[in-house]
């Protein structure tokens, strides 16, 4: 099965792949690897999913946030492969960071969310290093940040 066919069989409308807002691109290419810029929490309806967790929100609203930025992700890198995801070979590393307060200790849970949606998009290919890390603040108030790196064919 293809990713494509994956991503039908799974259900998944992928969001539209929205340009940059400030000084940086969305993703670049060096030698075989996809570097995908942050990729901040926005629901189905163009809204940003803000809140801090341990406060606002709770580890099950984070992994719905995170799987969001996944779903971001998945979309610039299908832009930055000139809409041809099967010049991925792999998922290598998620870097997530969660809006949270100083006692929230859940943040692999959190990012999990995003884990997920790779695992589950891009099947073995899709299995990564990741780290989860707590941040005080993030832009715009999100609750959540993902960047990612691919190697492409």
Request: proline share 3%.
């Amino acid at each position: 099965m293809t990713i494509e066919e994956n991503i039908k069989k799974l259900n998944i409308n992928l969001p539209n792949a929205p340009d940059p807002v400030g000084s940086y691109v969305a993703t670049k290419i060096v030698g075989k690897l996809l570097y995908v810029s942050g990729q901040i929490s926005i629901n189905e309806n163009g809204e940003f999913i803000k809140g801090k967790l341990g406060k606002e929100l709770n580890v099950e609203e984070g992994y719905e946030a995170a799987k969001r930025c996944a779903l971001n992700i998945i979309s610039q890198t299908k832009k930055a492969c000139n809409n041809d995801l099967s010049k991925i070979k792999s998922c290598i590393k998620l870097t997530g960071y969660v809006n949270s307060t100083d006692d929230f200790i859940e943040q692999p849970k959190v990012i999990n969310g995003a884990s997920d949606i790779i695992s589950s998009v891009f099947g073995n290919i899709g299995k990564h290093t990741r780290a989860a890390v707590s941040a005080n603040s993030l832009p715009l108030g999100v609750a959540v940040e993902v960047d990612a790196i691919f190697e492409i064919n």
